[in-house]
């Protein structure tokens, strides 16, 4: 080793990983319990790695391809938002909070909305209740062909085929709420009781073409991997979440659906116009990659659904309750209270406490891939390396949600 | 003077083998991304030069052009020493391959086994190439290249022992003659064919057995820290590699460069319109291999091994014994063996899904219910 | 057994009330948030037991922690855990008052598993300290930052980030 050459100090999580490794060696259950010293090896999956989705880095603890311990570690792409609610209207924040979980805005915003609503007692509009169900749909399905598509990436080329694919397809989603919203992923297109744009002339039946040519689209991609023996050997019976850690961990959304648990916040804690539609709660028995993998994809077909229903109940209307257009300062009676609401990840919600500024005094976030991402040392452990890629891809973590 | 044009031979047709090398690499390269375009529906390189078959070219100035980085842990020597060592394989190989009737290198008497010994090269290069990286990703993606060549190196020699029963010949030369009149061994025994051809994949690395660089695990196995040139030797060839690794096979299964008119055009005893052909088979096999490569998901380390271990080599040595016994005894043997390859052939390939397919759903039935 | 959601079903009036009852002197100020929610109090020495009776519970039993936030409220710091029970499908907030210059709870990671995170965030954040947590560290922000930016008297120095 040459002499310039100085060894960087680990951090905190590699020394605490090396830690454990001396605690299970104590313990009698490392592997170099059978002489051969140094056995096991902690690499450093990411912030940069191909198939972290984003910049989570996990200390893994590998003894040869079995993964034995993991911690992940997060917080690099933490952009204080928060700590930014302090010093924004509540109306100046809404464009911040898409930046949150950036694959599905307009879910988040729909949540931060509901918070401000229900702290100021304002109730929107019958027609926008629709469009922000129609958008928050779309939102899902948009949210969902990323999370399919990135997870059959990490277990294959072929994924890669997959993720074209499906990138196309949100691509017409993206197309539809930007012709509505004139903004592509960053929408701010809630207001407090109601919606920025009215749906501009043409938009239903665009939207209504697409609905109509999805399902086949899917049934396309099913065929594709359903049935290939090498897929279902990697998915099936692995990385299998039980119900005690959904309850342990507040797992929500399609990762809680998966291993059989009903929950699913537009049916258990109904807002907007949910009770009125009519749709299944996606559910699988196993717990497994697969099951989430397959979770996803009958969302994907009821989002199709309620969108349908949604543009043939669409009353006529203002879309803005109140004036014209939506306050720029609003002023909640001073108070608290959190709303959840049905993120394409989990239940995704925002506590907001009020001083009866203009300000919020505190803000917090609940998301649900900070929860999901708890269980991964849980998870991981005990599989092979290249399962642990195909376990967190299914998982479906965005980073900007748990980093805020 | 015998001497003098012995070694001039020699330089030469060394210069061709690292052309061919060099050369079909780029086409490979810029082939591989038109066709994934086109799988995947989009557009691929299409900016340099016509339909972008300049791509390639540009991407390897840039690569000459960056850095010549080594990390400082690494070792200076190995870490130097595998990427030059990485295209002997590839060059090596094609000194005992007929490209066409009278251009041959040397007629090596036991050419087949020459064959097998020297595309190892590229499991030592890569083994050297990921341990002097000090890197963990690369020692893992080493480890797991080494343990993988290892493997499908048996299930490709049981292919090739076949083929060395049939014509009763190690040459290579011999064994294209035998083809003539299109007597392709692939005719008479798929199943070997088949069996050498998976083994193939696995000896080049890609997809569905590209183990040893899964970029969605390792970022890029054994080659992480390479960059520069030394990483475009590796890339070079295993790009290289798909037409050399075709060439063989053409070359063993389907009568090399023989085929409808091979030998109509004569000049300076070469017959080169077989050139042609045996460009043409090689690349139809290339496209099979850019074809499997995007349709099936990787498999799983201990998945691959068990491929190999309890299925391919078990057939390969069954395979082996029933051409022997159909040689020895069935008085028209070639009939005999066509008849029992095609079985075989049609047997795994019909039986072998479904069968593991039940089995999954068996396993899927028994997987315990969580809500249980 | 599967898990259901909403398996006893019960009004938000005979929650409070059940609560009230079984946690007389314990929870102070139960109040009904509507639709869905139940605020009340206690006093930080009492919160782990409170917690494990809380998720105990046969009747409303508060199994999964939903998010533990820190607030500073100037005069004191509270850490709130919002918590759902499957039975009856409802949520409480429980808060907890501490005192600002020393704000210290016990951890109810041994009756929440998810509570780590959460208090490691708070911690993060607000500097709440929960005693015999098995892995206080920094979650959002680096090792080595210096102080808790959600307090309402923290200012940002350069001195705060060392290796910015």
């Known amino acids: 080793m040459p002499d310039e050459f100085v060894t960087p100090e680990p951090d905190e999580a590699v020394k605490l990983a090396l830690r454990r490794i001396d605690e299970a060696t104590a313990r009698g259950e490392g592997s170099d319990a059978d002489g051969l010293a140094f056995n096991e090896v902690v690499v450093n999956m990411g912030p940069q790695h191909p198939s972290t989705h984003g910049v989570l880095r996990l200390v893994v603890t590998l003894d040869g391809e079995l993964v034995k311990d993991v911690i992940p570690v997060i917080g690099y792409l933490h952009r204080c938002k928060e700590k930014l609610a302090e010093r924004r209207t509540y109306f100046q924040y809404i464009p911040i909070v898409d930046r949150t979980e950036y694959v599905a805005s307009m879910n988040c915003e729909w949540a931060y909305v509901m918070t401000v609503e229900k702290l100021a007692g304002i109730q929107p509009t019958r027609r926008a209740e629709f469009i922000r169900v129609i958008t928050g749909e779309l939102s899902r399905m948009a949210s969902h062909l990323v999370a399919v598509g990135t997870f059959t990436a990490d277990l294959a080329p072929l994924g890669t085929a997959m993720v074209f694919y499906m990138f196309r397809d949100r691509e017409y989603i993206l197309d539809l709420l930007e012709e509505l919203s004139g903004a592509r992923m960053m929408f701010n297109y809630f207001r407090f009781g109601g919606v920025r744009y009215d749906l501009p002339d043409g938009w239903t039946s665009k939207c209504r073409d697409l609905m109509k040519r999805m399902p086949k689209l899917i049934d396309e991609y099913e065929s594709l991997v359903d049935d290939n023996a090498i897929f279902l050997q990697r998915t099936q019976g692995k990385g299998v979440i039980t119900q005690q850690d959904v309850v342990d961990f507040g797992i929500t959304g399609p990762n809680a659906r998966a291993s059989a648990v009903a929950l699913d916040l537009r049916r258990s804690r109904p807002y907007s116009v949910y009770p009125e539609l009519d749709f299944e709660v996606c559910t699988a028995e196993h717990g497994d990659i697969f099951d989430r993998y397959r979770v996803r994809m009958d969302e994907l077909r009821e989002s199709i659904r309620i969108v349908e229903q949604c543009l043939d109940m669409l009353p006529k209307g203002p879309v803005q309750a109140g004036a014209l257009r939506a306050p720029y300062v609003i002023t909640p009676p001073p108070g608290s209270c959190y709303v959840g609401q049905e993120n394409p990840r989990g239940e995704y919600g925002t506590y907001i406490e009020s001083d009866g500024s203009r300000y919020p005094y505190r803000l917090k976030y609940r998301d649900p891939c900070f929860c999901n991402l708890q269980l991964f040392p849980k998870l991981l452990s005990g599989n092979k390396i290249a399962d642990a890629v195909a376990i967190s891809g299914s998982i479906d973590l965005v980073l900007g949600g748990i980093d805020r | 003077m015998d001497t003098l044009l012995a070694i001039l031979r020699a330089v030469v047709f060394v210069v061709i083998a690292y052309a061919v090398v060099f050369v079909a690499a780029l086409v490979n390269i810029v082939f591989e991304r038109r066709v994934l375009a086109f799988m995947q529906d989009r557009h691929g390189p299409n900016r340099t030069g016509p339909h972008g078959v300049l791509q390639s070219i540009a991407d390897a100035f840039k690569m000459m052009g960056k850095e010549d980085f080594r990390p400082l842990l690494a070792d200076p020597y190995l870490f130097t020493l595998a990427p030059v060592m990485v295209m002997i394989g590839a060059v090596a190989v094609q000194l005992v391959i007929p490209y066409t009737g009278g251009i041959t290198a040397t007629g090596l008497d036991i050419g087949i086994i020459f064959l097998v010994a020297i595309t190892s090269f590229t499991t030592l290069s890569i083994l050297l190439g990921g341990w002097s990286s000090h890197n963990k990703y690369s020692l893992i993606g080493a480890l797991r290249g080494a343990a993988q060549m290892i493997s499908y190196e048996i299930p490709m020699i049981l292919g090739l022992i076949v083929v060395a029963m049939v014509v009763g010949s190690l040459n290579v030369t011999d064994v294209v003659a035998a083809q003539s009149g299109y007597r392709w061994i692939a005719f008479y025994a798929p199943f070997t064919f088949l069996i050498f051809y998976i083994a193939s994949i696995a000896e080049l690395n890609r997809g569905p057995f590209d183990l040893p660089e899964s970029e969605s695990e390792l970022v890029s196995g054994y080659g992480t820290e390479y960059s520069g040139m030394r990483f475009g030797m590796f890339f070079l060839n295993e790009y290289a590699g798909l037409t050399i690794m075709s060439m063989v096979a053409v070359t063993l299964f389907f009568g090399g460069w023989q085929g409808p008119f091979a030998g109509a055009i004569q000049i300076l005893g070469v017959s080169w319109i077989g050139l042609v052909w045996f460009f043409v088979k090689t690349y139809v096999l290339v496209f099979a291999l850019v074809w499997i490569r995007l349709s099936l998901p990787r498999l799983q380390v201990d998945q691959l091994m068990g491929f190999a271990w309890k299925i391919l080599i078990p057939l390969g040595l069954v395979n082996i014994l029933a051409t022997a016994a159909v040689m020895l005894w069935v008085p028209s043997w070639r009939w005999g063996l066509a008849i029992f390859s095609w079985v075989a052939l049609l047997a795994f390939v019909g039986l072998f899904d479904p069968i593991l397919k039940r089995r999954l759903r068996k396993q899927r039935e028994r997987q315990p219910v969580v809500s249980a | ?164």
């Not at chain 3, 007389?24 to 782990?48: F, N, S, V, W, Y």
């Open chain 3, 1 to 164: 057994m599967g898990l259901e959601v909403g398996s006893n079903p019960m009004s938000m009036d005979a929650i409070a009330a059940l609560l009230a009852e079984r946690f007389a002197g314990d929870l102070a100020d139960i109040r009904i948030q509507e639709p869905d929610t139940i605020r009340t109090k206690c006093a930080p020495e009492q919160l782990k037991d409170i917690a494990r009776r809380l998720k105990d519970d046969p009747d409303a039993g508060y199994e999964t922690l939903n998010w533990i936030a820190g607030v500073d409220r100037q005069a004191s710091i509270e850490s709130i855990y919002h918590v759902y029970s499957w039975q009856t499908n409802t949520w409480l907030e429980l808060h907890v008052d501490l005192p600002r210059e020393n704000p210290e709870v016990d951890t109810v990671t041994g009756v929440w598993p998810a509570a780590d995170w959460h208090e490691r965030e708070a911690w993060d954040m607000v500097g709440i300290v929960y005693l015999g947590h098995p892995d206080l560290r920094r979650i959002l922000l680096k090792d080595d930052f210096i102080g808790h930016p959600l307090r309402k008297d923290y200012i940002d120095l350069a001195e705060n980030h060392p290796h910015a």
